[in-house]
């Protein structure tokens, strides 16, 4: 077996359906906040949510590193926004519990995948899980959580606006994705 067919075989191919939308201000999605992440949220066919961002060395813990409260951060994103996996609706999950394994370090300057699902619903509540992947594929980060459903409006101080929420279309956003398989 040649080593791209092996490669092939280790990798799954997948549409995105839509992106979620960004905020202003959010340390993780927020386009305009010099400090955060910029993390794009894409939902893909298999109803798993992805986001896709590149750590800086503003987000460091250790030199060289990615903060693990900052990864743990991008990872309740992501299953949190795996309850609305159109990306528009007026629902989101609102962390009730989480629970953090980390496996490998994470570099800064690195583009790395985070995914997320739902795993169960029970009335407003709901559980998911989700990983944070290495440009190689290698898992760094997985974690379990427990979220309750609830209106953005209940979820925000203020009234959000378009100016503050919304589907921020880029050059760079991605029509597919490679993620490992993992069965």
């Not at 990983?131 to 379990?144: H, T």
Request: aromatic content about 8%; hydrophobic content about 35%.
């Amino acid at each position: 077996m040649r080593s791209s067919d092996s490669m092939d075989q280790k990798f799954r191919k997948l549409t995105i359906t839509s992106k979620q939308p960004n905020s202003r201000m959010c340390f993780v999605c927020g386009l305009k906040n010099a400090f955060g992440l910029k993390a794009a949220f894409y939902n893909l066919e298999t109803g798993e949510v992805v986001a896709k961002f590149t750590p800086r060395e503003e987000h460091q813990g250790y030199p060289g590193r990615l903060h693990g409260g900052i990864a743990a951060s991008v990872l309740d994103e992501v299953i949190g926004r795996a309850v609305n996996p159109q990306g528009l609706a007026a629902v989101w999950g609102v962390t009730v519990e989480l629970t953090v394994k980390y496996r490998k370090p994470i570099p800064l300057g690195q583009t790395l995948t985070a995914i997320g699902r739902i795993t169960q619903r029970k009335g407003r509540f709901f559980e998911g899980s989700g990983e944070i992947l290495l440009s190689d594929g290698s898992l760094a980060l997985e974690a379990k959580g427990r979220y309750m459903e609830l209106p953005l409006e209940k979820i925000a101080q203020s009234e959000i606006d378009e100016l503050e929420w919304g589907v921020v279309p880029l050059p760079e956003d991605p029509t597919e994705l490679e993620l490992p398989r993992t069965t």
